[in-house]
Protein backbone atom coordinates (compact mmCIF):
# COMPACT_ATOMS: atom_id res chain seq x y z
CA UNK A 1 0.00 0.00 0.00
CA UNK A 2 1.17 3.16 -1.47
CA UNK A 3 0.89 6.25 1.06
CA UNK A 4 -1.12 9.74 -0.43
CA UNK A 5 -0.12 12.84 0.04
CA UNK A 6 -2.51 14.23 2.96
CA UNK A 7 -5.13 16.76 1.07
CA UNK A 8 -5.26 19.17 4.22
CA UNK A 9 -8.92 20.46 4.90
CA UNK A 10 -7.77 22.97 7.54
CA UNK A 11 -9.93 24.72 10.05
CA UNK A 12 -12.03 26.04 7.03
CA UNK A 13 -14.86 24.52 7.42
CA UNK A 14 -13.86 22.53 10.58
CA UNK A 15 -14.07 26.05 13.02
CA UNK A 16 -17.49 25.54 15.05
CA UNK A 17 -20.05 27.62 13.54
CA UNK A 18 -22.04 30.63 14.35
CA UNK A 19 -24.91 29.98 16.60
CA UNK A 20 -26.60 31.90 14.12
CA UNK A 21 -25.62 28.98 11.64
CA UNK A 22 -26.48 26.27 14.47
CA UNK A 23 -30.04 27.71 14.55
CA UNK A 24 -30.91 27.49 10.87
CA UNK A 25 -29.43 23.33 11.03
CA UNK A 26 -31.73 23.29 14.62
CA UNK A 27 -34.70 24.92 12.31
CA UNK A 28 -33.79 22.23 9.70
CA UNK A 29 -34.39 19.24 11.51
CA UNK A 30 -37.22 20.56 13.82
CA UNK A 31 -34.73 20.23 16.67
CA UNK A 32 -36.03 23.17 18.91
CA UNK A 33 -33.09 24.34 20.47
CA UNK A 34 -32.93 27.16 22.78
CA UNK A 35 -30.09 30.13 22.24
CA UNK A 36 -28.64 28.89 25.53
CA UNK A 37 -28.68 25.09 24.28
CA UNK A 38 -26.91 26.14 20.96
CA UNK A 39 -24.47 27.70 23.09
CA UNK A 40 -23.76 25.05 25.16
CA UNK A 41 -23.73 22.61 21.95
CA UNK A 42 -21.13 24.93 20.41
CA UNK A 43 -18.71 24.76 23.24
CA UNK A 44 -19.04 20.79 23.50
CA UNK A 45 -18.53 19.89 19.61
CA UNK A 46 -15.16 21.67 19.34
CA UNK A 47 -13.49 18.38 20.78
CA UNK A 48 -15.76 15.98 17.87
CA UNK A 49 -14.17 18.70 15.46
CA UNK A 50 -10.91 18.67 16.35
CA UNK A 51 -10.91 14.71 15.56
CA UNK A 52 -12.35 15.43 12.15
CA UNK A 53 -9.18 17.87 11.96
CA UNK A 54 -6.94 15.05 13.09
CA UNK A 55 -8.23 12.70 10.21
CA UNK A 56 -7.49 16.00 7.58
CA UNK A 57 -3.69 15.99 8.96
CA UNK A 58 -3.49 11.82 8.44
CA UNK A 59 -2.41 10.30 5.57
CA UNK A 60 -4.20 7.83 3.54
CA UNK A 61 -2.88 4.18 2.48
CA UNK A 62 -3.97 3.84 -0.89
CA UNK A 63 -3.13 0.70 -3.16
CA UNK A 64 -0.31 0.27 -5.31
CA UNK A 65 -0.59 1.37 -8.93
CA UNK A 66 2.21 -0.87 -10.20
CA UNK A 67 2.17 -0.62 -13.77
CA UNK A 68 3.29 2.58 -15.90
CA UNK A 69 1.17 4.51 -17.45
CA UNK A 70 0.64 8.15 -19.12
CA UNK A 71 -2.54 9.82 -18.97
CA UNK A 72 -3.63 9.41 -22.51
CA UNK A 73 -5.19 11.45 -24.59
CA UNK A 74 -8.58 12.12 -26.00
CA UNK A 75 -9.33 10.78 -29.57
CA UNK A 76 -10.25 12.92 -32.28
CA UNK A 77 -13.31 11.96 -34.18
CA UNK A 78 -11.34 10.08 -36.85
CA UNK A 79 -9.72 7.90 -34.33
CA UNK A 80 -12.98 7.41 -32.24
CA UNK A 81 -15.36 4.77 -33.85
CA UNK A 82 -18.52 4.44 -32.80
CA UNK A 83 -17.96 7.45 -30.39
CA UNK A 84 -16.89 4.64 -28.36
CA UNK A 85 -13.86 5.58 -26.44
CA UNK A 86 -13.88 8.50 -23.79
CA UNK A 87 -10.18 8.48 -23.54
CA UNK A 88 -7.71 5.88 -24.86
CA UNK A 89 -4.19 4.77 -23.27
CA UNK A 90 -1.83 2.38 -23.93
CA UNK A 91 -1.20 0.40 -19.77
CA UNK A 92 0.86 -2.75 -20.32
CA UNK A 93 0.17 -5.62 -17.67
CA UNK A 94 2.51 -8.53 -16.49
CA UNK A 95 4.39 -10.43 -19.24
CA UNK A 96 2.34 -13.89 -18.98
CA UNK A 97 -0.89 -14.65 -17.17
CA UNK A 98 -4.53 -15.98 -18.56
CA UNK A 99 -5.20 -12.71 -20.38
CA UNK A 100 -1.75 -12.12 -22.44
CA UNK A 101 -2.07 -9.61 -25.22
CA UNK A 102 -5.42 -9.11 -24.61
CA UNK A 103 -6.62 -5.48 -25.42
CA UNK A 104 -9.37 -4.44 -22.82
CA UNK A 105 -11.75 -1.44 -22.67
CA UNK A 106 -12.63 -0.15 -19.06
CA UNK A 107 -15.87 1.31 -18.47
CA UNK A 108 -15.52 4.85 -17.40
CA UNK A 109 -17.09 4.12 -14.28
CA UNK A 110 -14.52 2.15 -13.31
CA UNK A 111 -11.09 3.75 -11.93
CA UNK A 112 -8.16 3.49 -13.88
CA UNK A 113 -5.06 5.52 -11.96
CA UNK A 114 -3.86 8.51 -13.74
CA UNK A 115 -6.49 8.33 -17.03
CA UNK A 116 -9.06 11.25 -16.86
CA UNK A 117 -12.35 9.87 -15.87
CA UNK A 118 -15.74 11.92 -16.32
CA UNK A 119 -18.62 8.76 -15.80
CA UNK A 120 -20.15 10.16 -19.14
CA UNK A 121 -21.07 13.53 -17.67
CA UNK A 122 -19.50 16.78 -17.23
CA UNK A 123 -20.09 16.75 -13.49
CA UNK A 124 -16.79 15.00 -13.14
CA UNK A 125 -15.27 15.90 -16.65
CA UNK A 126 -11.55 16.51 -15.01
CA UNK A 127 -11.02 14.27 -12.15
CA UNK A 128 -8.21 11.71 -12.68
CA UNK A 129 -8.35 8.65 -9.87
CA UNK A 130 -5.36 8.16 -8.04
CA UNK A 131 -5.95 4.22 -7.76
CA UNK A 132 -6.74 1.50 -10.10
CA UNK A 133 -9.63 -0.38 -9.15
CA UNK A 134 -9.40 -3.70 -7.91
CA UNK A 135 -10.72 -5.33 -11.50
CA UNK A 136 -8.29 -3.52 -13.05
CA UNK A 137 -5.46 -4.64 -11.31
CA UNK A 138 -6.48 -7.83 -12.09
CA UNK A 139 -6.43 -7.69 -15.63
CA UNK A 140 -2.94 -6.30 -15.90
CA UNK A 141 -1.90 -8.92 -13.70
CA UNK A 142 -2.94 -11.07 -15.60
CA UNK A 143 -1.05 -9.87 -19.08
CA UNK A 144 -3.56 -7.58 -20.33
CA UNK A 145 -3.60 -4.67 -22.07
CA UNK A 146 -6.03 -1.55 -20.88
CA UNK A 147 -6.55 0.70 -24.47
CA UNK A 148 -8.69 2.95 -22.71
CA UNK A 149 -12.15 4.32 -21.28
CA UNK A 150 -14.97 3.37 -22.69
CA UNK A 151 -17.78 5.81 -22.84
CA UNK A 152 -21.11 5.39 -20.33
CA UNK A 153 -24.26 6.99 -20.47
CA UNK A 154 -24.39 9.88 -17.72
CA UNK A 155 -23.70 8.73 -14.42
CA UNK A 156 -25.23 5.59 -15.82
CA UNK A 157 -28.50 6.49 -15.40
CA UNK A 158 -29.91 5.31 -18.76
CA UNK A 159 -30.41 2.19 -20.80
CA UNK A 160 -30.18 3.86 -23.97
CA UNK A 161 -26.60 5.37 -25.56
CA UNK A 162 -27.75 8.78 -25.62
CA UNK A 163 -26.73 10.78 -22.76
CA UNK A 164 -23.46 10.25 -22.33
CA UNK A 165 -21.97 13.99 -22.51
CA UNK A 166 -19.41 13.07 -25.15
CA UNK A 167 -22.71 12.30 -27.69
CA UNK A 168 -24.38 9.50 -28.63
CA UNK A 169 -22.46 6.02 -29.12
CA UNK A 170 -23.03 4.36 -32.40
CA UNK A 171 -24.05 0.46 -33.05
CA UNK A 172 -21.42 -1.27 -35.07
CA UNK A 173 -24.38 -3.15 -36.97
CA UNK A 174 -25.86 -0.21 -37.96
CA UNK A 175 -24.00 3.04 -37.22
CA UNK A 176 -27.92 4.96 -37.19
CA UNK A 177 -28.67 3.03 -33.93
CA UNK A 178 -27.99 2.69 -30.11
CA UNK A 179 -25.60 0.33 -28.48
CA UNK A 180 -27.64 0.42 -25.41
CA UNK A 181 -26.58 1.10 -21.73
CA UNK A 182 -24.93 2.20 -19.88
CA UNK A 183 -21.70 -0.09 -20.76
CA UNK A 184 -22.33 1.28 -24.48
CA UNK A 185 -18.79 2.31 -25.55
CA UNK A 186 -17.78 -1.10 -24.23
CA UNK A 187 -20.02 -3.16 -26.26
CA UNK A 188 -19.42 -0.93 -29.33
CA UNK A 189 -15.91 -1.68 -28.78
CA UNK A 190 -16.18 -5.39 -28.05
CA UNK A 191 -18.36 -5.60 -31.16
CA UNK A 192 -16.52 -3.74 -34.05
CA UNK A 193 -13.81 -5.80 -32.71
CA UNK A 194 -11.18 -2.92 -31.78
CA UNK A 195 -11.00 -4.46 -28.86
CA UNK A 196 -10.59 -7.80 -27.48
CA UNK A 197 -12.41 -7.72 -24.05
CA UNK A 198 -14.41 -4.99 -22.15
CA UNK A 199 -15.49 -4.55 -18.21
CA UNK A 200 -19.01 -2.89 -17.80
CA UNK A 201 -21.05 -2.05 -14.76
CA UNK A 202 -24.37 -3.13 -14.47
CA UNK A 203 -26.82 -1.63 -12.21
CA UNK A 204 -30.34 -2.70 -14.07
CA UNK A 205 -29.27 -4.35 -17.14
CA UNK A 206 -26.09 -2.15 -18.28
CA UNK A 207 -23.85 -5.21 -19.33
CA UNK A 208 -26.94 -7.32 -20.72
CA UNK A 209 -28.14 -4.31 -22.64
CA UNK A 210 -25.88 -3.20 -25.01
CA UNK A 211 -24.63 -6.91 -25.25
CA UNK A 212 -28.11 -7.51 -26.61
CA UNK A 213 -28.09 -4.94 -28.92
CA UNK A 214 -24.97 -5.68 -30.43
CA UNK A 215 -24.97 -9.51 -30.37
CA UNK A 216 -22.11 -9.80 -27.61
CA UNK A 217 -22.15 -12.14 -24.52
CA UNK A 218 -22.74 -9.82 -21.03
CA UNK A 219 -22.39 -11.01 -17.83
CA UNK A 220 -23.95 -9.79 -14.42
CA UNK A 221 -22.24 -12.21 -12.26
CA UNK A 222 -23.72 -12.77 -8.82
CA UNK A 223 -23.99 -9.89 -6.68
CA UNK A 224 -20.51 -9.31 -4.83
CA UNK A 225 -18.63 -12.48 -6.55
CA UNK A 226 -16.70 -9.66 -8.28
CA UNK A 227 -15.36 -6.55 -5.95
CA UNK A 228 -16.92 -3.41 -7.33
CA UNK A 229 -13.57 -1.67 -5.39
CA UNK A 230 -12.92 1.39 -7.38
CA UNK A 231 -15.82 2.02 -9.65
CA UNK A 232 -18.52 4.94 -9.10
CA UNK A 233 -21.51 3.69 -7.13
CA UNK A 234 -24.91 4.02 -8.33
CA UNK A 235 -26.82 2.02 -5.22
CA UNK A 236 -24.68 -0.46 -3.19
CA UNK A 237 -27.76 -3.25 -3.70
CA UNK A 238 -27.36 -3.58 -7.09
CA UNK A 239 -23.81 -2.32 -8.00
CA UNK A 240 -21.95 -5.14 -10.53
CA UNK A 241 -19.30 -5.27 -12.64
CA UNK A 242 -18.64 -8.12 -15.17
CA UNK A 243 -17.77 -8.76 -18.87
CA UNK A 244 -18.40 -7.64 -22.48
CA UNK A 245 -16.95 -10.20 -24.82
CA UNK A 246 -17.19 -11.62 -28.08
CA UNK A 247 -17.53 -15.66 -26.70
CA UNK A 248 -18.33 -17.36 -24.06
CA UNK A 249 -14.83 -18.92 -23.70
CA UNK A 250 -13.39 -15.28 -23.50
CA UNK A 251 -16.56 -14.13 -20.69
CA UNK A 252 -15.75 -17.29 -18.55
CA UNK A 253 -11.88 -16.78 -18.51
CA UNK A 254 -12.15 -12.65 -17.96
CA UNK A 255 -14.22 -13.93 -14.61
CA UNK A 256 -11.83 -16.33 -13.54
CA UNK A 257 -9.23 -13.19 -13.65
CA UNK A 258 -11.84 -10.81 -12.09
CA UNK A 259 -13.65 -12.40 -9.51
CA UNK A 260 -12.79 -13.48 -5.71
CA UNK A 261 -12.67 -11.78 -2.52
CA UNK A 262 -10.93 -8.43 -1.88
CA UNK A 263 -9.35 -8.60 1.36
CA UNK A 264 -12.60 -6.75 2.50
CA UNK A 265 -12.12 -3.68 0.17
CA UNK A 266 -15.54 -4.38 -1.00
CA UNK A 267 -17.44 -4.94 2.05
CA UNK A 268 -20.35 -6.70 0.32
CA UNK A 269 -17.97 -10.00 -0.14
CA UNK A 270 -17.54 -12.87 2.05
CA UNK A 271 -13.96 -13.78 3.51
CA UNK A 272 -15.28 -17.20 2.17
CA UNK A 273 -15.88 -16.62 -1.59
CA UNK A 274 -14.77 -18.93 -3.96
CA UNK A 275 -14.03 -18.69 -7.44
CA UNK A 276 -14.13 -21.72 -9.63
CA UNK A 277 -12.26 -23.00 -12.57
CA UNK A 278 -15.31 -20.73 -14.97
CA UNK A 279 -13.74 -22.62 -18.22
CA UNK A 280 -12.97 -25.61 -16.77
CA UNK A 281 -16.96 -25.77 -17.08
CA UNK A 282 -17.97 -25.20 -19.89
CA UNK A 283 -18.73 -28.71 -21.44
CA UNK A 284 -21.35 -27.57 -23.60
CA UNK A 285 -23.92 -30.37 -24.03
CA UNK A 286 -27.67 -29.48 -23.14
CA UNK A 287 -28.57 -33.03 -23.44
CA UNK A 288 -30.63 -33.33 -20.39
CA UNK A 289 -30.72 -29.99 -19.31
CA UNK A 290 -33.57 -28.23 -17.58
CA UNK A 291 -34.69 -24.82 -19.04
CA UNK A 292 -37.61 -22.49 -17.79
CA UNK A 293 -38.85 -19.99 -19.69
CA UNK A 294 -40.35 -17.16 -18.06
CA UNK A 295 -44.12 -17.27 -19.40
CA UNK A 296 -43.79 -13.07 -17.75
CA UNK A 297 -41.27 -12.08 -19.91
CA UNK A 298 -43.03 -11.39 -23.23
CA UNK A 299 -45.46 -8.57 -21.98
CA UNK A 300 -43.29 -6.15 -24.09
CA UNK A 301 -41.65 -7.82 -26.65
CA UNK A 302 -41.56 -7.04 -30.80
CA UNK A 303 -43.20 -10.39 -32.09
CA UNK A 304 -39.42 -10.61 -34.27
CA UNK A 305 -37.88 -10.73 -30.98
CA UNK A 306 -40.20 -13.57 -29.60
CA UNK A 307 -40.03 -15.14 -32.70
CA UNK A 308 -36.30 -15.38 -32.49
CA UNK A 309 -36.02 -16.45 -29.06
CA UNK A 310 -38.86 -19.11 -29.81
CA UNK A 311 -36.67 -20.47 -32.24
CA UNK A 312 -33.62 -20.45 -29.80
CA UNK A 313 -35.77 -22.48 -27.58
CA UNK A 314 -37.18 -24.98 -30.14
CA UNK A 315 -33.16 -25.38 -31.21
CA UNK A 316 -32.02 -26.25 -27.39
CA UNK A 317 -35.23 -28.89 -27.39
CA UNK A 318 -34.04 -30.89 -30.47
CA UNK A 319 -30.64 -30.82 -29.22
CA UNK A 320 -32.58 -32.70 -25.94
CA UNK A 321 -32.42 -29.91 -23.61
CA UNK A 322 -36.08 -29.77 -21.15
CA UNK A 323 -37.75 -26.51 -22.28
CA UNK A 324 -41.06 -25.80 -20.38
CA UNK A 325 -42.60 -22.37 -20.03
CA UNK A 326 -42.75 -21.73 -15.62
CA UNK A 327 -44.67 -18.93 -14.64
CA UNK A 328 -43.23 -16.40 -12.14
CA UNK A 329 -46.06 -14.04 -11.20
CA UNK A 330 -43.37 -11.83 -9.20
CA UNK A 331 -41.14 -11.11 -12.51
CA UNK A 332 -44.01 -8.68 -13.21
CA UNK A 333 -43.59 -6.68 -9.93
CA UNK A 334 -39.77 -6.72 -9.82
CA UNK A 335 -39.12 -3.61 -11.91
CA UNK A 336 -41.87 -2.00 -9.30
CA UNK A 337 -39.41 -2.53 -6.58
CA UNK A 338 -36.26 -1.51 -8.81
CA UNK A 339 -37.38 1.99 -9.12
CA UNK A 340 -37.61 2.55 -5.04
CA UNK A 341 -34.52 1.09 -4.49
CA UNK A 342 -32.57 2.50 -7.18
CA UNK A 343 -33.95 6.12 -7.12
CA UNK A 344 -33.65 6.51 -3.34
CA UNK A 345 -30.47 5.01 -2.91
CA UNK A 346 -28.86 6.54 -6.04
CA UNK A 347 -29.91 10.08 -5.31
CA UNK A 348 -28.57 9.73 -1.52
CA UNK A 349 -25.45 8.08 -2.54
CA UNK A 350 -24.85 10.88 -5.53
CA UNK A 351 -26.40 13.84 -4.54
CA UNK A 352 -26.28 13.67 -0.21
CA UNK A 353 -23.21 11.33 0.06
CA UNK A 354 -20.98 12.59 -2.63
CA UNK A 355 -20.47 8.92 -3.87
CA UNK A 356 -19.43 7.72 -0.67
CA UNK A 357 -20.76 4.37 0.61
CA UNK A 358 -21.70 5.44 4.11
CA UNK A 359 -21.99 2.46 6.04
CA UNK A 360 -19.30 0.57 4.07
CA UNK A 361 -15.65 -0.54 5.76
CA UNK A 362 -14.39 -0.30 2.03
CA UNK A 363 -12.29 1.55 0.45
CA UNK A 364 -13.36 4.93 -0.81
CA UNK A 365 -11.88 7.86 -2.86
CA UNK A 366 -11.74 11.32 -1.59
CA UNK A 367 -10.71 12.94 -4.24
CA UNK A 368 -13.95 11.42 -6.26
CA UNK A 369 -16.16 12.11 -3.34
CA UNK A 370 -14.43 15.75 -3.31
CA UNK A 371 -15.07 15.95 -7.06
CA UNK A 372 -18.87 14.68 -7.12
CA UNK A 373 -19.43 17.23 -4.33
CA UNK A 374 -17.89 19.82 -6.58
CA UNK A 375 -19.73 18.87 -10.07
CA UNK A 376 -23.23 18.26 -8.42
CA UNK A 377 -23.38 21.64 -6.67
CA UNK A 378 -21.90 23.61 -9.79
CA UNK A 379 -23.00 21.86 -12.96
CA UNK A 380 -25.95 19.97 -11.65
CA UNK A 381 -28.45 21.87 -14.21
CA UNK A 382 -26.51 19.85 -17.16
CA UNK A 383 -27.95 15.97 -15.80
CA UNK A 384 -30.13 14.67 -18.69
CA UNK A 385 -33.52 14.85 -18.00
CA UNK A 386 -33.84 11.55 -16.76
CA UNK A 387 -31.28 11.84 -14.16
CA UNK A 388 -33.29 15.11 -12.84
CA UNK A 389 -36.62 13.05 -13.22
CA UNK A 390 -35.28 10.50 -10.92
CA UNK A 391 -33.76 13.11 -8.53
CA UNK A 392 -36.98 15.02 -7.89
CA UNK A 393 -38.81 11.30 -8.01
CA UNK A 394 -36.94 10.59 -5.29
CA UNK A 395 -36.49 13.77 -3.20
CA UNK A 396 -40.44 14.08 -3.44
CA UNK A 397 -40.80 10.56 -1.70
CA UNK A 398 -38.34 11.48 0.84
CA UNK A 399 -39.71 14.41 2.00
CA UNK A 400 -43.40 13.03 2.05
CA UNK A 401 -42.96 9.62 3.06
CA UNK A 402 -39.34 9.51 4.30
CA UNK A 403 -37.71 6.00 3.29
CA UNK A 404 -40.79 3.87 4.12
CA UNK A 405 -40.74 2.50 0.01
CA UNK A 406 -37.17 1.67 0.04
CA UNK A 407 -37.64 -0.15 3.31
CA UNK A 408 -40.54 -1.75 2.35
CA UNK A 409 -39.20 -2.31 -0.96
CA UNK A 410 -36.28 -4.20 0.48
CA UNK A 411 -38.56 -6.20 2.59
CA UNK A 412 -40.94 -7.52 -0.62
CA UNK A 413 -38.04 -8.33 -2.57
CA UNK A 414 -36.94 -11.25 -0.32
CA UNK A 415 -40.21 -12.54 -1.40
CA UNK A 416 -39.20 -12.05 -4.72
CA UNK A 417 -35.92 -13.24 -4.66
CA UNK A 418 -37.33 -16.46 -3.34
CA UNK A 419 -40.13 -16.79 -6.21
CA UNK A 420 -36.97 -16.87 -8.88
CA UNK A 421 -35.37 -19.41 -6.08
CA UNK A 422 -38.62 -21.65 -6.24
CA UNK A 423 -38.24 -21.92 -10.12
CA UNK A 424 -34.55 -22.43 -9.78
CA UNK A 425 -35.12 -25.36 -7.58
CA UNK A 426 -36.55 -26.83 -10.66
CA UNK A 427 -34.65 -26.26 -13.52
CA UNK A 428 -30.93 -25.48 -14.77
CA UNK A 429 -31.46 -22.40 -15.51
CA UNK A 430 -33.99 -19.91 -16.30
CA UNK A 431 -34.30 -17.95 -19.86
CA UNK A 432 -36.09 -14.69 -21.16
CA UNK A 433 -35.18 -12.33 -23.97
CA UNK A 434 -32.69 -9.77 -23.14
CA UNK A 435 -34.46 -6.98 -23.73
CA UNK A 436 -38.01 -6.70 -25.41
CA UNK A 437 -36.81 -5.45 -28.66
CA UNK A 438 -33.73 -4.60 -31.20
CA UNK A 439 -31.74 -1.45 -31.61
CA UNK A 440 -33.59 1.62 -32.30
CA UNK A 441 -32.56 4.93 -34.02
CA UNK A 442 -30.36 7.02 -32.30
CA UNK A 443 -33.33 9.56 -31.26
CA UNK A 444 -33.10 12.95 -32.82
CA UNK A 445 -31.67 15.94 -31.22
CA UNK A 446 -34.51 17.90 -31.46
CA UNK A 447 -36.79 15.22 -29.16
CA UNK A 448 -39.09 15.87 -26.47
CA UNK A 449 -38.35 15.64 -23.05
CA UNK A 450 -40.85 12.89 -22.45
CA UNK A 451 -39.01 10.55 -25.16
CA UNK A 452 -35.48 11.21 -24.05
CA UNK A 453 -36.69 9.78 -20.91
CA UNK A 454 -38.90 6.63 -22.53
CA UNK A 455 -35.96 5.99 -24.48
CA UNK A 456 -33.66 6.07 -21.37
CA UNK A 457 -35.91 3.38 -19.25
CA UNK A 458 -37.46 1.20 -21.26
CA UNK A 459 -35.09 -1.30 -21.88
CA UNK A 460 -35.07 -3.16 -18.61
CA UNK A 461 -37.69 -4.57 -17.72
CA UNK A 462 -36.32 -8.17 -17.72
CA UNK A 463 -32.89 -6.82 -16.36
CA UNK A 464 -33.26 -4.69 -13.78
CA UNK A 465 -34.97 -7.80 -11.59
CA UNK A 466 -31.89 -9.96 -11.46
CA UNK A 467 -29.80 -6.56 -9.61
CA UNK A 468 -32.02 -6.37 -7.29
CA UNK A 469 -32.15 -10.61 -6.10
CA UNK A 470 -28.68 -11.06 -7.29
CA UNK A 471 -28.92 -13.82 -9.21
CA UNK A 472 -26.52 -14.24 -12.05
CA UNK A 473 -27.17 -13.51 -15.46
CA UNK A 474 -26.10 -13.60 -19.17
CA UNK A 475 -27.42 -12.53 -22.44
CA UNK A 476 -25.86 -14.04 -25.82
CA UNK A 477 -26.95 -13.41 -29.24
CA UNK A 478 -30.29 -15.44 -30.46
CA UNK A 479 -29.90 -14.72 -33.43
CA UNK A 480 -30.66 -11.73 -35.92
CA UNK A 481 -34.07 -10.27 -36.83
CA UNK A 482 -34.36 -7.54 -40.05
CA UNK A 483 -30.13 -7.51 -39.61
CA UNK A 484 -30.13 -6.70 -35.71
CA UNK A 485 -29.21 -9.33 -33.08
CA UNK A 486 -31.66 -10.90 -30.58
CA UNK A 487 -30.40 -11.64 -26.79
CA UNK A 488 -31.39 -14.55 -25.47
CA UNK A 489 -30.45 -13.86 -21.63
CA UNK A 490 -29.98 -17.43 -18.71
CA UNK A 491 -30.52 -16.57 -15.33
CA UNK A 492 -28.49 -18.86 -12.92
CA UNK A 493 -28.75 -19.90 -9.41
CA UNK A 494 -26.61 -17.47 -6.48
CA UNK A 495 -22.43 -18.44 -7.13
CA UNK A 496 -23.14 -21.23 -9.50
CA UNK A 497 -22.26 -18.68 -12.59
CA UNK A 498 -20.37 -21.55 -13.91
CA UNK A 499 -23.61 -22.99 -15.09
CA UNK A 500 -25.16 -20.22 -15.77
CA UNK A 501 -21.68 -20.06 -18.71
CA UNK A 502 -22.33 -23.54 -19.66
CA UNK A 503 -25.92 -23.12 -20.58
CA UNK A 504 -24.98 -20.15 -22.41
CA UNK A 505 -21.71 -21.74 -24.09
CA UNK A 506 -24.38 -25.10 -25.08
CA UNK A 507 -26.32 -22.56 -26.70
CA UNK A 508 -23.55 -20.89 -28.78
CA UNK A 509 -22.23 -24.17 -29.52
CA UNK A 510 -25.79 -25.07 -31.36
CA UNK A 511 -26.12 -21.71 -32.84
CA UNK A 512 -22.77 -21.55 -34.45
CA UNK A 513 -22.71 -25.04 -35.72
CA UNK A 514 -25.98 -24.01 -37.73
CA UNK A 515 -24.11 -21.28 -39.37
CA UNK A 516 -21.26 -22.74 -40.63
Request: overall charge negative; proline content about 5%; charged content about 20%.
Amino acid sequence: MAEAEPQLIRAKGLNAPSISRLGELSDKYGLDCTEEELVCYKQMMGGILHSYQRVAEMSESLPEVVYPRTPGYRPKPQDNPYNAWYYKCDIKGAPEGKLLGKKFAIKDSIQVAGVPMMNGSRLLEGFVPEVDATVVTRVLDAGGIVKGKAACENMCLSGSSITCDTGPVRNPHDEKRITGGSSSGCAALVAGKVVDMAIGGDQGGSVRIPSSLTGLVGLKPTFSLVPYTGAVSVETMVDSLGPITRTVYDCALLLEVIAGYDNGQDPRQSRDLKVSNYTAQLVGDVKGMKIGVIKEGFATCQPEVKSTFNVAMETLKSAGALVEEVSIPAHNDAEALFFPILCQGAMDIMLKQDGVAVGSRGLQSTMLANSMRQGFRSLSQYLPHVAKMMLLTSEYVREEFGYHFYAKATNLLMEVTEEYNKALSMYDVLALPTVPRTATEIIRENASVQELIEHSLSWIPNTCAFNITGHPAISINAGFSNGLPVGLQFVGRHFEDGALLNAAYGWEKLRDAATE
